[in-house]
């Protein structure tokens, strides 16, 4: 009975354990939700001036002599005759893409404020998906057009090119790395919010799943001890009266039934 008592209070402990890991997820996805509402702030704040300052690097005309032309297609033209024809499409893809950029960003602004504002789980998930693809989408445009510069810049066409306006054109390349890598950064913390947040979210779907059943094991664990504390007390002979023992008639371990004189 003793050992069946202990037995029950362990298993009961086991169980009462086993229950509090969901509360303990929930608790981790709420910091968790909190941490990437931080990031998408700071997201939001510091890529604010990159997307403004990359629409002047790429739409503007001030670089080449010829101003019917903006700085993207002077800069594509001029390192595609040099290296061919693989960077023809790259003036009307980032055309495209920044329109694009743009309204994500919007999108996503308005997104996030509503999560900020008491927002539910859902909305946090939201604001972080779509503060990503925003994200996501700049820093590809930061590349595509840091890459056209980077061979811009090259010794094959500088030897062969002289620009008119080359610090201008410098400081468009060096801006466009350190924008790049920023944007870049975002995007790396971003992303492993979200991959933390859907493992403990799935952790909690799998815990949610037996809460159920795990509830039942916790009231078995409970009538399991208190069956176990009166069966243990049912091992004890109380006689009606006091007085000192004078003989025993039995032994430990021998069974007994009514009547028997111990």
């Given at each position: 009975?003793?050992r069946s008592?202990?037995?029950?209070?362990?298993?009961?402990?086991k169980?009462?354990?086993?229950?509090s890991?969901?509360?303990?997820?929930?608790?981790?996805?709420?910091?968790?939700?909190?941490?990437?509402?931080?990031?998408?702030?700071?997201?939001?704040t510091?890529?604010f001036?990159i997307?403004?300052?990359?629409d002047d690097?790429?739409?503007?005309?001030?670089?080449?002599?010829?101003?019917s032309?903006?700085?993207?297609?002077?800069?594509s033209?001029?390192v595609?005759?040099?290296?061919?024809?693989?960077f023809?499409?790259?003036p009307?893809?980032?055309?495209?893409a920044?329109?694009?950029?743009?309204?994500?960003?919007?999108?996503?602004?308005?997104?996030?404020?509503?999560?900020?504002?008491?927002?539910?789980?859902?909305?946090?998930e939201?604001?972080?998906?779509?503060?990503?693809?925003?994200?996501?989408?700049?820093t590809?445009?930061?590349?595509?057009?840091r890459?056209?510069?980077?061979?811009?810049?090259?010794?094959?066409?500088?030897?062969?090119?002289?620009?008119?306006?080359?610090?201008l054109?410098?400081?468009?390349?060096?801006?466009?790395?350190?924008?790049?890598?920023?944007?870049?950064?975002?995007?790396?913390?971003?992303?492993a919010?979200i991959?933390?947040?859907?493992?403990?979210?799935?952790?909690?779907?799998?815990?949610s799943?037996?809460?159920?059943?795990?509830?039942?094991?916790?009231q078995q664990?409970?009538?399991?001890?208190?069956a176990?504390?009166?069966?243990?007390?049912?091992?004890?002979?109380?006689a009606?009266?006091?007085?000192?023992?004078?003989?025993?008639?039995?032994?430990?371990?021998?069974?007994?039934?009514?009547?028997?004189v111990?």
């Amino acid at each position: 009975a003793e050992r069946s008592l202990e037995n029950s209070k362990f298993d009961l402990e086991k169980a009462q354990k086993s229950s509090s890991s969901i509360q303990n997820l929930e608790s981790q996805i709420q910091e968790g939700g909190e941490k990437g509402l931080k990031e998408v702030a700071q997201t939001y704040t510091d890529l604010f001036t990159i997307l403004n300052s990359v629409d002047d690097i790429l739409f503007e005309k001030d670089v080449s002599s010829d101003t019917s032309i903006n700085n993207i297609q002077y800069y594509s033209d001029v390192v595609g005759s040099f290296y061919g024809k693989q960077f023809a499409s790259v003036p009307q893809d980032l055309s495209n893409a920044y329109p694009e950029v743009k309204r994500l960003y919007e999108s996503g602004f308005l997104s996030y404020q509503k999560a900020l504002h008491g927002g539910s789980d859902k909305d946090i998930e939201n604001a972080l998906q779509d503060a990503y693809k925003f994200t996501e989408k700049l820093t590809n445009i930061t590349k595509s057009a840091r890459d056209v510069i980077e061979l811009f810049n090259s010794s094959s066409v500088l030897d062969n090119w002289k620009p008119s306006k080359p610090t201008l054109i410098g400081q468009h390349l060096t801006n466009l790395r350190n924008y790049y890598n920023t944007a870049n950064t975002h995007l790396t913390a971003l992303l492993a919010i979200i991959n933390n947040l859907d493992s403990l979210k799935n952790s909690l779907s799998v815990q949610s799943i037996n809460n159920q059943s795990l509830q039942l094991t916790v009231q078995q664990r409970e009538d399991a001890l208190a069956a176990a504390k009166r069966n243990l007390s049912d091992y004890y002979v109380y006689a009606p009266f006091s007085g000192i023992v004078a003989n025993f008639d039995t032994k430990v371990g021998e069974s007994l039934s009514n009547g028997t004189v111990v």
